[in-house]
């Protein structure tokens, strides 16, 4: 019964006209000419996009790009300049002086416009006098993007109206449908944005970089040779006083549903044909989709929360002390699942991803675990015969460990790391966000299909942890996480 396979919503990924297509990407890109931020007096519009932006006009990046914003409050256009004005303060300094004048020139002519985008045709009537193409950024709270999105109608939209939303994309597979569907209703997917600003662009072509344009790797990148893959980030910095987000997030929707399982996807997917958007988002799409966590959650996931302890010279107290947090949600604030990928290249190969907050040891890297050799000629000694090879992410690093025979007794092998520096990208992260969508390329934004597969795969998982099925572990703020987990280092 076919039939009984066919997803409720089908994306209407490859709809398009082939004549819009060219090499894996959307070749009618047309530049974005206005920039509305919605959300002007929030966190995000502040501390992160601002200053991306700014990097991008000082660079000459953002030519010709007006800026508007809007929020709910009753702004004079001064407030809004002067946030504009000291977000951009940084980049202006630094800046030659065609990009000061650049910086100068979006300073005085942007506006501020007093809306409420979830009533009926308030957005629509700010959208009809700005010029476009306009990229709508919704630096809202979800649940106000969604429903700014249930009360536009596709006509209201001026022609190439880009959408731009922030995670969560939903909360479960089908939140994240629905959300999709609205989404479609409006505009064609070649033109929503789901930011994910934590894979940089720099970083994505960095992997891309080594796997495809390397051909020793390609033989060996797969179950035969292959013994795990460990992706690892964990931070030094405890709550910091987010708790409304994040007691009701946890680590492993934070940052494993989301980045870790893209990072996760570059290492494993397939070479595609181009570094297009189409190419490489369905590749991505296509090993999401052969991915799962599996029962027994116990065994496959493991979860813990901070204790009072010491990062440095900081004292961090008990995570169930923290303003604001809700002890009996449990919320962990480090967690680790297994991942297993259901295709002929990886059957079997653990990919392990484990992210927490308050620990003692900044790590964020990717580590390819090869299996041993299957004979060490005997004689030989000193090394214990498992390559490492270790992605490093901002600044991103490559190191390769081999077995050499070192200096003293020739019999003896030692163990030597080759290691080199990656490229890097002189914009912030939101002006690498921010760069797409003015150019029209979602190569770095999160496809539709993909951010259902997500919440699929980690769905059983959250379930399990809520019907309390795996225990919630304790560590020290400032240690290495639970003594005997594996991936546990340093502290
Ligand atoms: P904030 O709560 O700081 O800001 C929310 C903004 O939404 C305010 O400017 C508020 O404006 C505006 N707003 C709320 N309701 C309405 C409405 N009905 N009409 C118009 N404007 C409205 O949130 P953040 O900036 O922290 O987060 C925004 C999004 O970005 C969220 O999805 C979050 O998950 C995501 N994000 C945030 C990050 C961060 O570091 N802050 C990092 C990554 C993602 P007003 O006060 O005028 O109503």
Redesign the pocket.
């Known amino acids: 019964n076919l039939g009984a396979l066919t997803p409720t919503w089908v994306p209407d990924f490859h709809q398009l006209s082939p004549t819009r297509w060219h090499a894996g990407t959307v070749t009618n890109k047309t530049t974005v000419k206005t920039l509305l931020i919605?959300?002007?007096?929030?966190?995000?519009?502040?501390?992160?996009l601002l200053p991306g932006l700014a990097r991008l006009v000082a660079g000459g990046m953002a030519d010709g790009l007006k800026l508007a914003g809007?929020?709910?409050?009753p702004?004079t256009a001064e407030q809004w300049t002067d946030r504009v004005r000291s977000a951009f303060d940084d980049a202006g300094k630094d800046a030659d002086a065609a990009g000061r004048e650049a910086i100068a020139d979006m300073e005085a002519n942007t506006e501020y416009h007093?809306?409420?985008?979830?009533?009926d045709g308030q957005l629509a009537g700010l959208l009809a006098g700005l010029e476009a193409p306009v990229a709508v950024y919704?630096?809202?709270?979800?649940h106000?993007?969604q429903?700014?999105c249930e009360v536009l109608t596709a006509d209201q939209l001026p022609p190439g109206t880009r959408l731009v939303?922030?995670?969560?994309f939903g909360s479960s597979p089908e939140s994240a449908e629905d959300l999709n569907k609205t989404l479609a209703r409006l505009v064609p997917e070649e033109h929503i944005y789901r930011?994910d600003?934590f894979l940089g662009k720099a970083t994505v072509l960095n992997i891309l970089g080594l796997r495809f344009a390397n051909r020793f790797l390609e033989p060996v990148w797969n179950r035969d040779h292959i013994e795990k893959v460990e992706i690892i980030f964990d931070e030094d910095l405890a709550l910091e006083g987010r708790a409304r987000?994040y007691d009701t997030a946890g680590a492993l929707r934070d940052m494993i549903q989301s980045h870790l399982l893209h990072i996760m996807a570059l290492l494993a997917i397939d070479a595609p044909a181009t570094i297009g958007e189409r190419d490489l988002r369905d590749a991505i799409s296509t090993i999401l989709r052969a991915s799962t966590v599996e029962a027994p959650y116990a065994k496959s996931t493991r979860r813990a929360r901070y204790a009072a302890g010491t990062i440095g010279d900081r004292k961090v107290p008990d995570y169930a002390e923290e303003a604001g947090v809700d002890p009996s949600r449990n919320t962990e604030t480090l967690a680790e699942v297994e991942v297993g990928i259901e295709n002929w290249r990886w059957k079997g190969v653990p990919f392990i991803l484990r992210s927490g907050k308050a620990l003692g040891l900044m790590r964020k890297e990717a580590i390819i675990t090869f299996r041993p050799v299957p004979h060490l000629p005997s004689g030989f000694e000193g090394v214990d015969a498992s390559n490492q090879l270790r992605i490093g992410f901002g600044p991103d690093t490559l190191q390769l460990d081999v077995d050499v025979n070192g200096p003293g007794d020739i019999f003896t092998l030692d163990r030597v790391t080759l290691d080199a520096e990656l490229s890097a990208s002189d914009l912030l992260p939101y002006g690498e966000v921010l760069e797409g969508i003015i150019k029209g390329d979602p190569l770095l934004s999160v496809r539709g299909d993909t951010a259902v597969e997500c919440w699929r795969i980690v769905e059983p998982v959250l379930k399990a942890w809520t019907e309390g099925s795996v225990p919630l572990e304790e560590y020290d703020a400032g240690g290495a996480g639970p003594a005997d987990w594996p991936t546990a280092v340093g502290g």
């Open positions: 919605l959300g002007a007096s929030g966190d995000l519009t502040g501390r992160l809007a929020g709910s409050d702004w007093q809306v409420d985008v979830t009533a919704f630096a809202l709270p979800p106000v993007s429903k700014a939303l922030e995670k969560p930011v600003h987000y």
